[in-house]
């Protein structure tokens, strides 16, 4: 707040120096009439002063000048009292809207600069003022071309200002999607190998009530882990610092994939995990990775489990590879796929495509089903 104060002080200091320009150029200009001191110095004082204040009242400023341009007509002084009125006419054309008859801006401005110069290399026959009516063709031409110039600023700083909420606005919703995403692989993988422990305890409760023990057990550490990465996402959701929490967590990678196997394996998914880095892929490229194995094995788990999985990742030549592949259903597992699935195969591809990769899905050659990304980087 203090350097845009100190900045306007600059430029109305700028208006300053302008005005006392625009005051000696009659004296000092070879269009001066002939007559007293007084008839030039009084009618350029009067159209220059005001302009000290053309950016803190623009309005009142130009229809001064310009009243005063208007009335130096006759005494030969308007080609000068013209120019500070199309000083003046700069702020207000900032601030006005565009002209009645359309996006004329260009044409305006050019004509009105060529009139300028066509006056300017023909002068006047009669005295270097010019007639009355050269004078106020000139003054025309003059507002007309720094009318058009002021339209074209403004319509520019429009533009940019529209470009800049329409990209504020698509970052505001690619990262609404993200979160959406983030919330749903959180609440899907844990929610589902929950649901998998669940009608496992509840099929052994009576008869294997020790298998059951193990199935509330993994159910109560999938249950913690799903609430600590969910209050991590919506303290990010409210814009928090975490300070409160113990700070945040740090974003998910590659060196979090054996705790997804842990979590699967609780859910009687064997997984037999292969990653190959021998560079980090970024941050970003690395959560993808992870959401996708994520999402892998939360499908395998509700869909497949018992069964066993095989995860290879691999980061080299600037491609992150990531392979899922199980071998399908082995028998003794849920009676069927639990419900609330659907959006897990769109939330993986979205993932890839987000950062220029392929993503491709189906069963695999010897039976079950093979999930492989590739994510350039």
């Known amino acids: 707040m203090v350097r845009q104060a100190r900045s306007v002080r600059q430029l109305v200091l700028l208006d300053v ?21 007084w008839a030039v110095w009084l009618p350029a ?40 009125a199309a ?17 004329g801006a260009a044409v305006i401005g050019g004509t009105s600069a060529a009139g300028v110069v066509l006056l300017a290399v023909g002068g006047s ?28 600023v403004r319509e520019r700083r429009e533009g ?19 979160i959406a995403r983030d919330i749903h692989d959180v609440v899907t993988h844990s929610v589902g190998l929950i649901a998998v422990k669940a009608g496992i305890a509840n099929h052994v409760a009576a008869t294997r009530p020790e298998e059951a023990g193990l199935a509330l057990t993994a159910i109560e550490e999938i249950s913690r882990k799903a609430l600590s990465d969910l209050r991590a996402t919506l303290v990010v ?20 994939l054996p705790e997804l196997v842990r979590a ?27 959401r996708i194995v994520q999402e892998a094995l939360t499908n395998t788990a509700k869909h497949a489990a018992p069964t066993r999985c095989r995860v290879r990742v691999v980061a080299a030549d600037g491609e992150l590879t990531v ?9 003794g597992g849920p009676a069927g796929p639990v419900p609330g699935g659907g959006l897990g195969l769109l939330g993986m591809r979205e993932r890839a495509h987000a950062h220029g990769g392929t993503l491709t899905a189906g069963p695999g050659d010897g039976g079950g089903w093979t999930v492989r990304a590739v994510l350039p980087y």
């Not at 130096?72 to 500070?84: D, K, M, N, Q, R």
């Open 17 to 37: 120096v302008a005005a006392l320009g625009f005051a000696v150029l009659p004296v000092l200009s070879p269009l001066r009439p002939a007559g007293p001191g």
């Open 45 to 84: 004082a009067a159209a220059a002063l005001p302009l000290a204040a053309r950016r803190i009242r623009p309005w009142p400023v130009f229809l001064a000048v310009l009243a005063v341009a208007v009335a130096s007509v006759p005494l030969g002084l308007a080609p000068t009292a013209f120019l500070a």
């Open 87 to 103: 000083f003046a006419a700069y702020p207000v054309a900032l601030l006005a809207g565009p002209p009645p008859f359309g996006r």
């Open 125 to 152: 026959p009669h005295y270097p003022g010019g007639t009355q009516a050269v004078q106020v063709l000139f003054g025309v031409l003059v507002l007309g071309a720094t009318w058009a110039v002021g339209l074209a």
């Open 160 to 178: 940019v200002r529209r470009t800049i909420e329409q990209a504020g606005e698509r970052a505001r919703r690619e990262e609404r999607l993200r």
């Open 237 to 256: 959701l409210r814009g928090e610092d975490g300070s409160e929490g113990g700070g945040l967590r740090p974003a998910r990678g590659l060196a979090d």
């Open 264 to 290: 699967a394996e609780l859910a009687g998914v064997r997984v037999e995990l292969t990653t190959r880095c021998a560079v980090e892929p970024p941050g970003g490229v690395a959560l993808a990775g992870y």
């Open 323 to 331: 392979e899922a592949a199980d071998d399908g259903p082995s028998g």
